[in-house]
């Protein structure tokens, strides 16, 4: 009996994989495939430069903000500035010293000037 009820089970953890992985490869190609080529490049320096602080899609602070909809708010989430691309770009050129729990590195002399403008085109897609 105990072996049925294990191959019940089984099937119907199956068939519950069947029925979402569907919506997560749609999920995942549209993702994938609605970055523009700069976008997609800026997907790199994010990875190796930013993860460590912060989270892509999602608001939630993991060292610094998460940044799912930086650009897309009014305002930046601790600074209070403007949502501009010049203001971002500054706060990855420049940093930030006050940053809390620690200071956010700057980044002008680590990223080239088209490391940092496919960047901003990725977190323009956030």
């Known amino acids: 009996m105990q072996g049925r009820s294990l191959n019940i089970i089984k099937w119907l953890f199956i068939l519950a994989l069947v029925a979402v992985m569907p919506a997560a490869t749609i999920s995942w190609a549209k993702s994938n495939t609605a970055l523009s080529p700069a976008a997609k490049a800026g997907k790199k320096p994010f990875d190796q430069n930013c993860t460590l602080g912060h989270i892509a899609d999602q608001t939630t602070t993991k060292i ?35 940053g809390k729990p620690m200071p956010m590195p700057p980044f002008a002399e680590k990223l080239s000037k088209t490391d940092l403008s496919n960047l901003i085109d990725y977190l323009k897609t956030l």
């Open 64 to 98: 610094g903000p998460g940044l799912k909809g930086v650009l897309k708010n009014k305002e930046l989430p601790y600074s209070h500035k403007p949502a501009t691309v010049a203001n971002v770009r500054e706060q990855i050129e420049k940093g930030n010293a006050q």
